[in-house]
């Protein structure tokens, strides 16, 4: 199970950091991603991180402005937002991907969390 958190009402230019706890299984076996559907879009890719957190995957739009990071021992990865634009505004998914796949395609994932909204005010 994915508990995503954090979400929330950031203006522009803010900042937000979300988290996604995982429970149940062995948090390290995962390698863990984070996307984002907006209102009438498809779910994109946000970020991603391999099981030891060593290896990183942003879409060229994002790099730079959005962190990906685990911690294994809490069995939680984040993503710390900054320079928050309003086209950031969208429900925000944290993923798992059994085989460590670190990419942008959303099938690769099997478990996924419920969702948090971020919302940026222009």
């Known amino acids: 199970q994915l508990q995503a958190s954090g979400g929330g009402l950031a203006q522009a230019g803010g900042s937000l950091r979300l988290s996604c706890v995982a429970s149940?299984?062995?948090?390290?076996?995962?390698?863990m991603g984070w996307f984002r559907q907006a209102p009438g879009k498809e779910r994109e890719i946000v970020a991603c991180?391999?099981?030891?957190?060593?290896?990183?995957y942003y879409p060229a739009s994002l790099k730079g402005r959005f962190t990906i990071s685990r911690d294994n021992a809490k069995n939680t990865v984040y993503l710390q937002m900054s320079s928050l634009k309003f086209e950031d505004t969208a429900v925000y998914y944290c993923?798992?991907?059994?085989?460590?796949?670190?990419?942008?395609?959303?099938?690769?994932?099997?478990?996924w969390g419920q969702g948090t909204q971020v919302t940026v005010s222009s």
């Open positions: 149940g299984r062995t948090f390290s076996n995962y390698a």
């Open positions: 993923a798992a991907s059994v085989l460590g796949y670190v990419g942008p395609l959303s099938s690769s994932y099997e478990y």
């Open positions: 991180i391999s099981r030891s957190g060593g290896n990183t």
